[in-house]
């Protein structure tokens, strides 16, 4: 994988952060699985705040506060760092062809 530079970063966050806030915030979703013919049910609500946790980066920005400036564009190279276990690269490189 090649290196991720944080303008690559922010502008996936960015698009994604636009379908999150359209599709997904403030709804719940309830995921059914069936395995050997048995179904498995869980539902989950999507609240704004759970947006950051989803990218992986650290931030000093609140959750909902990350969020709307996700959206808006208005994140800077300043407003996110990596984590050094590489996790955060991992799920937005996961995220690029989805959003």
Do not use: W
């Amino acid at each position: 994988m090649a290196v991720m530079e944080k303008a690559e970063a922010i502008s996936i966050i960015h698009r994604c952060a636009v379908l999150y806030d359209k599709n997904l915030s403030g709804k719940n979703v309830l995921f059914v699985t069936v395995n050997e013919n048995k179904a498995t049910c869980f539902e989950t609500l999507f609240q704004p705040s759970n947006y950051l946790h989803l990218t992986g980066v650290k931030t000093g920005l609140n959750s909902e506060v990350f969020l709307n400036a996700a959206i808006s564009k208005r994140l800077s190279p300043t407003d996110i760092v990596f984590d050094s276990e590489g996790y955060t690269k991992l799920k937005l490189e996961a995220r690029r062809s989805l959003c």
